[in-house]
């Protein structure tokens, strides 16, 4: 019995090592520099203060904070738009088809997503191939302005993000009972009302799931503004990045870091308060 | 030739190179580890050095001199045997106690420099650093598509030019044009006029097409705006490609950038590192660079080699009169806190 104890503990060394090393200890270093003070010449003096968070709440820093919630929150909701009738669609395939799509949604993974996000400048700027091909066909006089915008970002978030909802919807939409969906339409039942009455509630794990996985990366995504916006809007990770590089404050970009965690937490809590289990989240299937 | 979006990328691949060099023997002679900016150094005066010396160069890029710091702050020290950091920059370094002092008897070329560049403010009787080139900001109009006279910053305001600039994606930069739009120190740390500079910039925002330092110049070419505020290299470079450019001084005055050559503290291959430098002041090597990217010269052999494309060209060959009444960015401390407010109020 105790050997098999002791083989338990050596496999999940690894796991272990990989916890504290790469994710306690950074955060809990981040914690500990955004206490600290820096001198503007990149360097940090070690004493403590809480200056850092009351920055943080100043108006224009608070401004940031909501106007990157807003891109996050509609990049989400444009996902789940999307991802619903998508899963829907394939979840009725034969299981090969299912596999060969699902594998389709994730081969862009195989590329670097700057690299992605130089291919959509391509497509969308005004002498690129969408305007030139709507201007050939005479849909438009002058050409559209597709991306050094608000609509530029979203389409690199969703673009971007647009998998990891998909992934977890399809896993918790492949575990709907069939059964179910019979016995609503011998009932007489829409196909709106099962929508919203069978698969939104049995598939709502996924469906949080896949929003705290789209709705947290959007947040600092700085490189998808910078591209496609043009760097003309600041959202969070922006405002990290120049804290760590122009503004060299690092103690004021870990500052920020740690009240970007604490709103994910309460996201994450919200969740839990909405019913939702922590189990699902670690996309158990 | 700024900004970092590539520097997660950059950081994450430096780290891996790190793991790989503090794998491999430390003390190899015949290695200098150059960290220099994009789009500097052509790779053929690279490969030519390391045929003519058989040293072997391991040369690795930044994009704005926060990210050169951030590396040689945060790496072992020795990592880097030479670095090219910008005036304030210097001063950072030396304040800081992270630059090696020059030892000219290594040096044979160093008389090649226009004395003219010499001795500046961020590094008198230039101990630590040597020029290597130099960059001014200019306004570059697509004279195919804009026909109005522009003379100064205020006359980018104009709302004909609706969505139609694009400027350095450079804090200190754009606020510095927006203070001498309206008169004031390019420096200044006042927040009265800071606030003003806001208040233009605001204005200003609905012409910004986007904030580049990557590549304006693409802007340029590929027609996306027809007004750009850029690094004199890019507008002439511009130039090059499609013609019909004219490029502007502002009369309100213009920023100065000195790049320079700087041996950081501790650096394991320091005469390989003069022998790079040596080298890279030979006026025919200095004639590729500058023909490959045209900044401001600053070696006078070298001037004398280039010809009139070079020379006529107020964007590479910048005039004299126009860098005696530039300004450069300066250090100033804590009050960077006051630009980055702004800089995230204007975005």
């Not at chain 1, 940031?64 to 899963?87: E, M, N, R, W």
Request: net charge negative.
């Amino acid at each position: 019995m105790k050997s098999k104890k002791v083989w338990k503990f050596f496999f999940l060394v690894p796991v272990i090592l990989y916890v504290t090393l790469l994710i306690a200890l950074p955060l809990l270093y981040i914690l500990f520099i955004s206490f600290l003070k820096s001198d503007y010449y990149g360097g940090m003096i070690s004493s403590f203060t809480i200056q850092n968070y009351i920055d943080v709440f100043d108006q224009v820093y608070v401004s940031v904070f909501l106007k990157s919630i807003a891109i996050a929150g509609i990049t989400t909701l444009i996902c789940i738009l999307i991802s619903y009738p998508f899963v829907l669609a394939i979840s009725h395939k034969k299981p090969r088809t299912q596999k060969i799509l699902m594998t389709l949604v994730m081969v862009p993974f195989l590329t670097n997503s700057l690299i992605r996000m130089y291919g959509w400048l391509v497509l969308l700027r005004k002498s690129g191939v969408i305007n030139q091909v709507l201007l050939g066909i005479g849909v438009i006089e002058e050409p559209l302005s597709l991306m050094y915008n608000t609509f530029g970002i979203l389409v690199g978030m969703v673009y971007t993000l647009l998998p990891f909802m998909i992934l977890p919807l399809y896993s918790s939409i492949s575990t709907v009972d069939n059964r179910l969906l019979e016995a609503a339409s011998d009932l007489g039942a829409s196909k709106f009302k099962t929508f919203f009455k069978i698969i939104v509630p049995q598939t709502l794990p996924g469906l949080f799931n896949g929003s705290l996985m789209v709705f947290t990366p959007a947040l600092g995504y700085f490189f998808i503004t910078d591209i496609l916006g043009g760097g003309k809007f600041m959202i969070l990770g922006n405002l990290i990045k120049n804290q760590f590089l122009t503004a060299r404050n690092w103690p004021f970009g870990a500052a920020i870091s740690i009240v970007l965690v604490l709103v994910t937490c309460v996201f994450i809590f919200l969740y839990r308060k909405l019913g939702g289990k922590m189990d699902d989240l670690g996309g158990a299937s | 030739m700024k900004s970092g979006i590539r520097f997660g990328s950059l950081f994450l691949i430096s780290f891996f190179l790190l793991f790989l060099c503090s794998g491999c023997s430390s003390d190899d002679v015949g290695v200098v580890n150059v960290l220099n900016w994009s789009s500097y150094i052509p790779d053929s005066v690279i490969r030519d050095f390391e045929q003519e010396t058989g040293i072997q160069v391991n040369y690795s890029t930044y994009s704005s001199n926060e990210e050169c710091l951030a590396k040689v702050s945060s790496a072992k020290e020795g990592t880097y045997d030479l670095i090219f950091p910008s005036d304030y920059m210097i001063e950072i370094m030396i304040y800081r106690n992270m630059l090696e002092k020059f030892d000219y008897s290594k040096l044979q070329n160093e008389g090649n420099i226009d004395s003219f560049y010499l001795n500046q403010s961020f590094d008198p009787g230039n101990q630590y650093s040597l020029p290597f080139v130099m960059a001014s900001t200019v306004i570059a109009v697509n004279r195919e598509h804009i026909s109005d006279e522009i003379r100064s910053y205020s006359d980018l305001l104009n709302d004909k030019y609706r969505n139609n600039i694009t400027l350095i994606d450079d804090q200190r930069i754009i606020i510095g044009m927006a203070l001498l739009a309206n008169g004031y120190d390019m420096n200044t740390v006042d927040e009265s006029e800071l606030n003003v500079a806001k208040e233009w910039l605001l204005q200003l925002k609905p012409n910004i097409k986007a904030f580049d330092s990557d590549s304006p110049k693409n802007f340029l070419i590929t027609e996306e705006a027809d007004i750009a505020v850029l690094w004199n290299a890019e507008a002439a470079l511009a130039y090059q490609e499609m013609g019909n450019i004219e490029f502007i001084y502002p009369e309100e005055g213009t920023a100065l950038s000195m790049d320079n050559f700087a041996i950081p503290k501790g650096a394991r291959h320091r005469e390989e590192a003069y022998q790079f430098i040596d080298y890279i002041l030979r006026e025919d090597v200095m004639k590729e660079i500058i023909e490959s990217y045209p900044y401001k010269n600053v070696n006078w052999k070298t001037q004398k080699l280039l010809d009139s494309n070079y020379l006529d060209n107020i964007a590479s060959n910048i005039p004299s009169y126009i860098i005696e009444q530039g300004i450069y960015v300066e250090n100033i401390g804590e009050s960077v806190k006051l630009y980055d407010k702004l800089w995230a109020e204007i975005k």
